[in-house]
C-alpha cells in the first residue's frame, strides 16, 4: 500500500514514516523546500517537493491510498496569527480536498489535544470541548478550526480518523519541542525553578503506533487522544533526576513572573528589534493542568502504553548520542 505523509520531516511524522516503513508500506512525503531533511536521511522515502499550498496537491497523491496528514506550524508568537491560520487551517482544508479529488480512500488527521482544550480542575476526554474563545493562543485556536476542516470533510463523505496526540517524547526530535526544550534545559543544568503546570505524556512511538492503528480500526469523523501519563512538572523533573542522577530544581515560581517577563519580552522589546524569547501564550499555558484521559484509544485501537520513564530515557539517549547537550 502507498500511503502520503504530510509533516514527514518532524518530530512525531520522522517516527511514523519509520514505522510505516517497517510494516511494508511505500512511503511518499510532502516535503517543504526548506525543511531541514536529517529525520528522512537514508530512507527509502519518495520525497516530493512543496507545500500545503501548491495546486498540485491532487496530483502528488495520485496512486496513494491512504493520506497522513501531520504537518502543522506550532508556534506560541503572537505575531504568527496569519501564518497559524494560511499553514493549519487552510493548509488542512487543501490537503483534505486534494485527497478527494485523489480519490484517497482513508485520511488519518493528526489534530491535537490543544484543540480539545483543559477541563479546569480535572481530566478532559473526546467529550469534553472547550469554548474555542477560551482556547489559549492562536496556535490552540487554529488546530481547533483545522478539526472542525476534518469534520466538514467527513460530512461531505470523506473517510478521515482524527487522532489527538498529548505531548509526546522520545527520539528525532530535531527542532527540538517545547517538551524537548524542557528535558534539555535540565540536562544542561539550566532549570534552577520550575512553574506549577502539568502535561500528559505519551512515548512518541506510541503516538505513530497510534496513527497506524487509527487507520486499521478507527471510525470514520471520531476522534481519538493519544496520550499516557497525567504527570506535574515537578513529578516528570524528579523522574529526569532519577534517570539521569542530576539534581531537580527545588523551588517553584509562581506563573506572574514570567509572564510579567514574556509581556516585556514579546510586547516591549521586541519593538526596538530584540528577537523575543519568551511567548505571553506560552506561558498562560503553563498555567493550566493539560490533563487528558486516553482510555478510548487504548480500549478502541488498542494503543500502547509504554511507561513514560521509558520514554525519557530513550529522549535523553537520543539527546546525547546527537550533541545537543554539549550543544548550549
Not at 511505500?26 to 517543504?32: D, E, I, S, T, Y
Not at 490543544?114 to 490552540?140: H, N, W
Not at 481547533?144 to 482524527?162: C, L, N, P, S, T
Not at 539527546?319 to 547537550?325: E, I, L, N
Amino acid at each position: 500500500m502507498r500511503v502520503f505523509v504530510t509533516g514527514g520531516t518532524g518530530f512525531v511524522g520522522a517516527n511514523l514514516v519509520r514505522l510505516l516503513l517497517q510494516k511494508g508500506y511505500q512511503v511518499r512525503a510532502l516535503v517543504r523546500p526548506q525543511s531541514r531533511l536529517d529525520n528522512l536521511q537514508g530512507l527509502d522515502v519518495e520525497c516530493i517537493t512543496g507545500d500545503l499550498s501548491d495546486p498540485g496537491l491532487t496530483v502528488a497523491l495520485k496512486g496513494c491510498e491512504v493520506l497522513f496528514h501531520v504537518a502543522a506550524h506550532y508556534s506560541l508568537w503572537r505575531a504568527d496569527r496569519k501564518l497559524l491560520r494560511q499553514s493549519n487551517v487552510l493548509g488542512t482544508r487543501r490537503i483534505l480536498k486534494a485527497a478527494r479529488d485523489a480519490s484517497v480512500e482513508r485520511t488519518v488527521y493528526t489534530s491535537s489535544v490543544a484543540a480539545i482544550g483543559v477541563r479546569e480542575g480535572g481530566v478532559a476526554d473526546e467529550t469534553y470541548q472547550s469554548p474555542v474563545e477560551r482556547l489559549v493562543g492562536d496556535y490552540k485556536k487554529s488546530k481547533f478550526w483545522a478539526e472542525q476542516e476534518a469534520h466538514q470533510a467527513v460530512k461531505m463523505g470523506q473517510d478521515v480518523v482524527i487522532v489527538n496526540p498529548s505531548t509526546p517524547i522520545g527520539s528525532w526530535d530535531v527542532k527540538p519541542t517545547p517538551t524537548g526544550e524542557i528535558i534539555l534545559r535540565f540536562l544542561r543544568q539550566q532549570m534552577p525553578f520550575y512553574l506549577n503546570t502539568g502535561l500528559n505524556l505519551i512515548h512518541v512511538q506510541d503516538v505513530a503506533q497510534g496513527h497506524l492503528l487509527a487507520l486499521e480500526k478507527g471510525r470514520t469523523g471520531e476522534r481519538y487522544i493519544l496520550g499516557n501519563q497525567n504527570l506535574t512538572l515537578k513529578d516528570i523533573l524528579g523522574l529526569l533526576s532519577t534517570l539521569t542522577e542530576l539534581p531537580a530544581p527545588r523551588f517553584g515560581i509562581p506563573a506572574c513572573l514570567p509572564l510579567l517577563i514574556a509581556y516585556l519580552d514579546e510586547q516591549v522589546l521586541a519593538r526596538f528589534g530584540k528577537p523575543p524569547s519568551v511567548p505571553i501564550d506560552g506561558v498562560k499555558m503553563a498555567r493550566q493542568q493539560m490533563f487528558y484521559d486516553a482510555s478510548k484509544a487504548v480500549q478502541e485501537l488498542e494503543l500502547p502504553q509504554t511507561p513514560v520513564k521509558i520514554a525519557l530515557k530513550d529522549a535523553i539517549d537520543w539527546f546525547t548520542a546527537h550533541g545537543y547537550v554539549k550543544g548550549a
